[in-house]
């Protein structure tokens, strides 16, 4: 009896220790909610002010459970069509600048609950055999979201590619660019690291940076050089501007995302005429890995992969100097098309 008793009472306290349990994880999951649905102050800027009445309240509830199994293939065609899910041609895509944070940029905006990312580069308008398979195709590519979402995607190759703003053009005349951009000279450097390491990884010598980036015959700045050509921001920019009107590019600085994102992410949102939503709670600075990392909420984080943030070579200070002197009047030019300025040298 007694021992049927003493039974009884374990499974009555295990019962309540379990609701106690769950209770107080409900209560620190809705914290974390609501902190990261806490609007934050609005950033003092000439882009219009945003409109809070856009995202119906499921598409926040939505955007980390359905959205995401639909991700990992686990939605079945009915939660499809229950849910109204489509795929969307994106409505702002991230033009470039290749090595400017562009992975960076569209992991950061998927934080929003009204963004969905394509996860990988699509290069349907910088590719011709892709652009040939049609729009279908490229609609395809898109992931699954709520009408009111916003679909964007990002493929570097477009800002420098001859024929992608007219083939955008003719998609959607009033989409969303964005371009993001860091100093001329150490994005370079930049580009060149990353080709380095896919010439180290095949066992095959390369060339130093100098030897690339300068011309040994002239001494003058190698314009042949991809890295460097890409780098000539302005120059692209102008074959955009023949189809699309300059309001309808948003400059993001490169090197501010690096070591202050938050604030590069409201002018965005605001670009994008999204409220405010993405928060210093969605972003903390990972001191191992010397970068900001994500955090969706209490459970999920992460840091983007190791081939972002890869280690510079040294490079001779005499040819810094050259490429920065050679970088400058564009620059200028860049700044005065585009009504940002940064302190490049
Ligand atoms: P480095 O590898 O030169 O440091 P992209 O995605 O366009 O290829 O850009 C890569 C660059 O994004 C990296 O250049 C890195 O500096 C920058 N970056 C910006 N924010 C980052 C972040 N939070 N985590 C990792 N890299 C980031």
Known sequence: MLFKQQ????????????LAIGSVLYLV????????????????????PPDPGQIPLRTLQFKRGLLHELRKGNATKEQIRLHNLVQQLPRAIIIGVRKGGTRALLEMLNLHPAVVKASQEIHFFDNDQNYARGIDWYREKMPFSFPHQITIE?????FITEEVPERIFKMNSSIKLLIIVREPTTRAVSDYTQVLEGKERKNKTYHKFEKLAVDSGTCEVNTKYKAVRTSIYTKHLERWLKYFPVEQFHIVDGDRLITDPLPEL?????????????????????ATRGFYCLRFNIVFNKCLAG???????????????????FFHPFNQKFYQITGRTFNWP
């Open 7 to 18: 039974a009884l009472l374990r499974q009555k306290l295990f019962v309540l220790g379990s």
């Open 29 to 48: 999951a809705r914290v974390g909610t609501l902190d990261r649905l806490q609007p934050i102050c609005p950033v003092e800027s000439r882009l219009p």
């Open 154 to 158: 990002k493929s570097p190759a477009y």
């Open 266 to 286: 409201q002018l965005v949102e605001r670009f994008l005429n999204l409220p405010s939503r993405i928060s210093q709670y969605n972003l903390y600075f990972n």
């Open 307 to 325: 081939s972002k943030g890869r280690i510079h070579p040294e490079v001779d200070p005499s040819v810094v100097t050259k490429l920065q002197k």
